[in-house]
């Protein structure tokens, strides 16, 4: 049974950092790709961005280029998000999802990921 778990959601001030996690169980994160999504109230479901599975790549949104990067840890089963300059406009549930198979013209589009987290909040107090 594949499980994904987030953590390390929380308060934070305009301007600060956080780092959150993804881990997992009942696959190798290894061989996935791992997004992160996140969503606000009364808003969709919005790509993050993606690390790639095999290169490390990473695809990443407009609003979060130069502030948020990921991370794997592969002998603990994770990936992890690393968000600074944290920002009002962050403030959402962020959610981590994995599937083998996505590349630059795929990544952003949650319906392909097989399999997602419980979600962490993030909130961020101006």
């Known amino acids: 049974q594949v499980q994904l778990v987030e953590s390390g959601g929380g308060l934070v001030h305009s301007g600060g950092s956080l780092t959150l996690s993804c881990a997992a169980s009942?696959?190798?994160?290894?061989?996935?790709?791992v997004g992160w999504f996140r969503q606000a109230p009364g808003k969709e479901r919005e790509a993050v961005l993606c690390?790639?599975?095999?290169?490390?790549?990473?695809y990443y949104a407009d609003s979060v280029k130069g502030r948020f990067t990921a991370s794997r840890d592969n002998a603990k089963n994770t990936v992890y998000l690393v968000m600074n300059d944290l920002k009002p406009d962050d403030t959402a549930v962020y959610y981590c999802?994995?599937?083998?198979?996505?590349?630059?013209?795929?990544?952003?589009?949650?319906?392909?990921?097989?399999?997602w987290g419980q979600g962490t909040q993030v909130t961020v107090s101006s």
């Open positions: 999802a994995t599937d083998k198979f996505l590349g630059a013209n795929s990544w952003y589009r949650p319906t392909l990921y097989d399999y």
């Open positions: 009942g696959l190798s994160l290894e061989s996935y790709a």
């Open positions: 690390i790639s599975s095999g290169n490390g790549r990473t």
